[in-house]
Nanobody, 124 residues
């Protein structure tokens, strides 16, 4: 069992930055690949970024490439999402997730555990 708790969301002006953190409980954090998803009002949850269990492979949705960076610290059982050059269209609830598959995962259906979400609001 893995429990995930996100933090770091908030209100920021366009062009600003935020860093989201996802703290995981459990001794097997390092065996899971991790991801970030987001959901804005009236839309389906969408993939943002993912990282494999080693932290050596990452993937991003095209909309955030070059602006967001996903990383993890297995010693601290924590995943991060550094978000720079934020845009109003990045406004959403951001969720971290853990997958029992070790490789990078893009599909919500391959994730086993989810956090409760943290709100990110970018004003224009």
């Amino acid at each position: 069992q893995v429990q995930l708790v996100e933090s770091g969301g908030g209100l920021v002006q366009a062009g600003g930055s935020l860093r989201l953190s996802c703290a995981a409980s459990g001794r097997t954090f390092s065996s899971y690949s991790m991801g970030w998803f987001r959901q804005s009002l009236g839309k389906e949850r969408e993939f943002v970024a993912a990282i494999d269990w080693t932290g050596s492979r990452t993937r991003y949705t095209d909309a955030v490439k070059g602006r967001f960076t996903i990383s993890r610290d297995n010693a601290k059982n924590t995943e991060y999402l550094q978000m720079n050059s934020l845009k109003p269209e990045d406004t959403a609830v951001y969720y971290c997730a853990a997958s029992r598959f070790a490789t990078v995962q893009y599909d919500t259906r391959t994730y086993d555990y989810w956090g409760q979400g943290t709100q990110v609001t970018v004003s224009s």
